[in-house]
C-alpha cells in the first residue's frame, strides 16, 4: 500500500480518501485516469463574450480571476455532451467545463 500512496495525485484528496483513491487505483484504473483528466483537461478559462456571442452561460462562480483551479473543489460534475459555462464574478473571464467526451479524450483535445 505504501508505493500507492506515493503515486496517488495529491489533488484528488480534495473529493477522494486516499484509500479509496488507491482502491480506484487497482480496482478502476479507468475511472482513476477520468479523475486525472478532469483535473488536467476537465476545464479552462475564456475570456467572457457578451451574451449574444456566447454559449449561454449556466451561472456565476466566484473564484477570482486567478486560472489555478482545482476541479474537484468547484463540485460540478460534467455532462455527456455539453460544454457547461459560469462566468467567474468580478473578472472578464468564463470558466468552461468540457463534456464528459472530451475530458475522457485528455490531451488530445487540448485547447
Partial sequence: MPFYSQQVDQRLLV???EAEL????TEDKEQYQFYLNCLDYGHYLSNYVSKEKTAEKIG???LGCN?????FSLNIDPVPNQYLYFKLKGCEKMLVIRSVE?????????K
Wanted: net charge negative; proline share 0%; aromatic share 8%.
Fill in 15 to 17: 473529493k477522494f480518501s
Fill in 22 to 25: 488507491i482502491e480506484m487505483m
Fill in 60 to 62: 456565476e462562480l466566484d
Fill in 67 to 71: 486560472d489555478d483551479i482545482n476541479f
Fill in 102 to 110: 472530451h475530458i475522457k479524450m485528455g490531451d488530445s483535445k487540448k
